[in-house]
């Protein structure tokens, strides 16, 4: 079990959810992928992706500038 | 895995975008994702650079009067003789939106099945060596087929 950092600040959608796609695509069940986006559809794009996608979706944070999601590969 | 299909008919550059973020979309959902390409948004697959091919001389007419590639296509708004063209894509890229090239990349990548409609290449001139790699041809059954299977079916 590790933890992935996924820098996807400053791209527009759909970056952020390709960019977690893609790292959970590469993680091992358990692994938890922390994104970091600024795109603002991310925070309910995220939650989309992971009921549809059935990761699990650890926390959501929306700070302003920068909108944090941890999500688990199932 | 769910599905989705999407027609690209139209060769404009924004309905051309649309279609892309929504075909990268759906592969970043974990969905299959086709795309069947047919009348102009065939020029949205065609190389940028001119390719030597024999063709009649209204297949060639047809061929230079159509834009050529991802890069020279017009908008289906304001494009003011591709000036709204070039407007927007500097404004997209200030606001670091993927272009439409990286889009047809990423899609790629992403393993969206694209498809050229042979019946439209035939009619419009467009030879397999003008159209970029990594792509299938096909007709209106494949995508019927692919149809088929998805629950979802967009014609842009």
Known sequence: ?74 | MAKKTIIVFSGDLDKAMAAFIIANGAAAMGDEVTMFFTFWGLNILRKPEGVKVKKSFLENMFGKMMPRGAERLGLSKMNFGGLGAKMMKYIMKKKNVNTLGELIENAKALGVRLIACTMSMDVMGIRKEELIDGIDFAGVATYLAEADEANLNLFI
Do not use: H, R
């Open chain 1, 1 to 74: 079990m590790k933890e992935i950092k996924v820098d996807a600040k400053c791209l527009q959608c759909p970056g952020p959810i390709v960019q977690l796609f893609n790292a959970i695509k590469n993680a091992d069940p358990g692994d938890v992928i922390v994104v970091e986006a600024t795109d603002k559809g991310f925070y309910n794009d995220v939650q989309a992706w992971c009921k549809k996608t059935k990761n699990e979706l650890l926390s959501l944070e929306d700070k302003g500038d920068v909108i944090i999601a941890k999500v688990k590969k199932v």
